[in-house]
């Protein structure tokens, strides 16, 4: 039962173990651990002797990250793990490799552009792995564990989606407002899109710090109601910004401690950059619109930024974090400092503080049921609306939790109307029914 430190890692900012799962491991049988880390601003994986509690050697490096510990192979002292950077195109795209302990030996084992997946045969002997882009659909092949191919299983045909209309999203990339960075993102346009006319604009914002707003940078045949909300006549845009994760160190703690930036001058210098490219993008009539912390990444973006973003919809964001999880404002805000002349870095960042701000048109939801986000956050941006005399709208949905379950299609029948006529400029109809049918592949509620 003696309990004792082997080792300690401090990190000025704030401590990353592993992007999707815990990257150590405790190897009983050697005495070793299998430690992840950003010492040297990449998330690599070092071998320590558990007994000593020092460093046996640094088993990965270089200028990109590993997200994933898969499996450890200790009689053969081999590591798999998921890695992000190593691919020219989109440092998003993940590969699969091997490594000895030693750090000798890297080897990629799944060759082939975009994002990959892999799961081990009963056997693990064999893998197959998938492997696809937003645009590009899936290749599921059967590798050894050398990476060898035995044989291809699958390539999918969306000559149906196609068919039926689908059109697949547009990768891009463009430079953070700083100018330092590339930084990627999809777009969405209207499958009959004229060139020649202008569209509004979307940005469907999730600022993380954990996650972003793609999310998977593999194929999907659908992402929430982006390209739905294209084909009323918008450009809807997606921008991972600086701040978000699978990068350097440096570029995840980009704006730390002040979670308050939320990518906001990325997505503004992206989109102004995607205007000059593509003449469609009307820079005069943006939107935008997140959930949860994309909820506070709007409220932010409309109360910080009036003159940019004309329209928002934010729903169930954590508008102040003082009243959200202490492990989330702690990490990427820090403790609660008072300065000198009373105010607090807590109060700064708070959206409002600054609702008075407001200039455009908001609505803001919450499910009152909710046990993610304290509703009591969109109580006090509409306590300081109400008190600057702002106009806003607001949605409440009285037995809902954080993700609206079976309000979920008024909510997005509301946010379609919402952006139809006050960044379009165009009468929805009137208390349009979005039906819902079951999902034949897993149960879920299709609306349309």
């Not at 045949?221 to 701040?243: C, H, P, S, Y």
């Amino acid at each position: 039962g003696e309990v004792r430190d082997v080792f300690q890692e401090v990190v000025p900012t704030q401590y990353e173990s592993g992007w999707g799962s815990i990257n150590w491991r405790y190897l009983p049988k050697t005495k070793e651990i299998i430690w992840f880390s950003e010492r040297d601003d990449w998330g690599h994986l070092y071998l320590y002797d558990a007994t000593t509690g020092k460093v046996k050697n640094q088993i990965t490096k270089g200028n990109w990250v590993v997200t994933r510990l898969v499996k450890v192979d200790e009689k053969n002292r081999l590591l798999y793990f998921m890695a992000c950077g190593t691919q020219p195109e989109n440092p998003y795209f993940s590969q699969f490799y091997k490594i000895g302990f030693d750090g000798k030996n890297l080897t990629l084992l799944s060759p082939g552009a975009g994002t990959h997946s892999v799961s081990f045969s009963p056997s693990e002997n064999y893998f197959i792995d998938t492997y696809s882009k937003p645009d590009v659909p899936p290749v599921t092949v059967l590798r050894d564990m050398n990476g060898k191919q035995i044989t291809e299983l699958e390539k999918t045909d969306v000559a149906r989606l196609k068919a039926a209309g689908w059109k697949a999203p547009m990768p891009f990339s463009v430079k953070s407002a700083d100018g330092k960075d590339d930084i990627y993102g999809i777009m969405f346009t209207p499958s009959n899109l004229d060139a020649s006319r202008k569209y509004p604009v979307i940005d469907y914002i999730y600022p993380g710090p954990q996650g972003g707003s793609v999310g998977s940078w593999g194929f999907s045949a659908a992402r929430g109601d982006n390209q739905a909300l294209a084909e009323l006549g918008f450009v809807v845009v997606l921008i991972e910004g600086t701040g978000n994760p699978d990068r350097s160190k440096s570029f995840h703690d980009r704006y730390w401690p002040d979670m308050s930036t939320n990518t906001l001058p990325d997505q503004i210098a992206g989109i102004r950059q995607l205007s000059k490219r593509y003449s469609y993008i009307d820079t005069n009539k943006v939107g935008i619109w997140g959930h949860s912390g994309g909820g506070f990444a709007t409220a932010a973006a409309m109360f910080r930024y009036p003159d940019f973003f004309k329209v928002g919809i934010s729903e169930s964001g954590n508008h102040d974090n003082r009243n959200y999880e202490d492990d989330w404002g702690e990490r990427y805000i820090g403790l609660l400092t008072k300065n000198p002349d009373g105010t607090d870095n807590y109060t700064a960042q708070a959206n409002q503080t600054y609702a008075k701000n407001l200039k455009g048109k908001l609505m803001l939801a919450h499910g009152m049921m909710d046990n993610n986000v304290p509703p009591y956050n969109t109580m006090l941006v509409v306590d300081a609306l109400a008190k600057a005399n702002k106009d806003y709208d607001l949605v409440i949905f009285p037995n809902a939790g954080h993700g609206y379950g079976t309000d979920s299609p008024y909510m997005m029948r509301r946010r379609w109307d919402y952006f139809v006529k006050n960044l379009l400029g165009k009468e929805p109809p009137p208390n349009y029914q979005l039906q819902t049918k079951t999902d034949p592949r897993n149960g879920g509620q299709l609306a349309f």
